[in-house]
């Protein structure tokens, strides 16, 4: 069965950094478009950045220019380097796969996943 399963979380402070990591199985990997989203608490769940199968990647503009989204396809394993981080930041973090087989990831929308891990939770103090 399709499994995603998130590391790499934890307590930094501001302007530091994390690698989150989400390892998946259950299914072929390098014909899915990944991607990292992210809830606040109260919030709604944000689309932090996408990789499609062929490595085009796509960020929300909270994270352009901070956060790097790659995936190592021998490994089956999703990456998302965060960099520059702020207290606004801290959230849960969530690995989810694309619904359709081949298929591009636009415009960040989370109702285009079908699997999701269960998050990792990165807090960013000031």
């Known amino acids: 069965q399709v499994q995603l399963l998130e590391s790499g979380g934890g307590s930094v402070q501001a302007g530091g950094s994390l690698r989150l990591s989400c390892a998946a199985s259950?299914?072929?990997?390098?014909?899915?478009?990944m991607g990292w989203f992210r809830q606040a608490p109260g919030q709604a769940r944000e689309g932090v950045a996408t990789?499609?199968?062929?490595?085009?990647?796509n960020y929300g503009d909270s994270v352009k220019g901070r956060f790097t989204i790659s995936r190592d396809n021998t490994k089956n394993t999703l990456y998302l380097q965060m960099s520059s981080l702020k207290p606004e930041d801290t959230a849960m973090y969530y690995c989810?796969?694309?619904?359709?087989?081949?298929?591009?990831?636009?415009?960040?929308?989370?109702?285009?996943?079908?699997?999701w891990g269960q998050g990792t939770q990165v807090t960013v103090s000031s």
């Open positions: 989810a796969r694309h619904a359709a087989y081949g298929f591009r990831w636009h415009l960040l929308r989370f109702g285009d996943a079908n699997y």
């Open positions: 990789i499609d199968t062929d490595g085009r990647t």
């Open positions: 259950g299914f072929s990997y390098s014909v899915y478009a």
